[in-house]
């Protein structure tokens, strides 16, 4: 009975101990600053910028059709049958229709493929994040890149081990 209670003892006193002994360990690290370190984004940007480009270029023609248009509406309509000034005007709405869907067809088309290209470097990082967590014995890793950690005490910043799990520099 003796050693029952020394054991009960020994594991009440212990055992607190231990499980209250351990810490939380917490680590930070700058997204920004990985992501614009990885040769991925640099070319998705290449990408996405030139399809950005590309739809202004086609979407500032439409407009400068758009306005010639208009404009030779204006300056000519006195001149013009009733017949012709209702199919000018036909045309100058079918024509802002068409800018307005393909100012709408071009966003979804960027978006489309923004999603595309940055969807698997998204999940290429979060996995090197949850390795080096893993690894490191985190408990919680804080992204301060979004400024929503405004203090951190025993915080140590894992940036550099995530980069060099992606290998890069």
């Given at each position: 009975?003796k050693?029952?209670?020394?054991?009960v003892?020994?594991l009440?006193?212990?055992?607190?101990?231990?499980?209250f002994g351990?810490q939380?360990?917490f680590?930070n690290?700058n997204?920004?600053?990985l992501?614009?370190s990885?040769?991925?984004i640099?070319?998705?940007?290449?990408?996405l910028?030139?399809?950005?480009?590309?739809a202004?270029?086609?979407?500032?023609?439409?407009?400068d059709?758009?306005q010639q248009k208009?404009s030779d509406?204006?300056?000519?309509?006195?001149?013009?049958?009733?017949a012709?000034k209702?199919s000018?005007?036909?045309?100058?709405?079918?024509?802002?229709?068409?800018?307005t869907?393909y100012q709408t067809?071009?966003?979804e088309e960027?978006?489309k493929k923004?999603?595309?290209k940055m969807?698997?470097i998204i999940?290429?990082?979060?996995?090197?994040?949850?390795?080096v967590a893993?690894?490191?014995?985190y408990?919680?890793i804080?992204?301060?890149?979004?400024?929503?950690v405004l203090y951190a005490?025993?915080s140590?910043d894992i940036?550099p081990?995530?980069?060099?799990k992606?290998?890069?520099?």
């Amino acid at each position: 009975m003796k050693k029952f209670f020394k054991t009960v003892f020994i594991l009440f006193f212990f055992l607190p101990l231990s499980v209250f002994g351990q810490q939380d360990k917490f680590g930070n690290i700058n997204t920004n600053d990985l992501l614009s370190s990885m040769p991925e984004i640099v070319a998705a940007k290449a990408v996405l910028d030139s399809m950005t480009k590309k739809a202004q270029t086609t979407l500032k023609s439409l407009e400068d059709e758009y306005q010639q248009k208009t404009s030779d509406y204006e300056n000519n309509s006195a001149t013009w049958t009733d017949a012709e000034k209702k199919s000018k005007a036909t045309e100058i709405t079918q024509l802002q229709q068409r800018a307005t869907q393909y100012q709408t067809d071009a966003k979804e088309e960027l978006e489309k493929k923004q999603d595309e290209k940055m969807t698997p470097i998204i999940n290429k990082v979060k996995d090197a994040i949850k390795q080096v967590a893993k690894e490191g014995g985190y408990t919680y890793i804080f992204d301060t890149a979004g400024g929503m950690v405004l203090y951190a005490i025993d915080s140590e910043d894992i940036t550099p081990l995530v980069k060099k799990k992606l290998n890069l520099k």
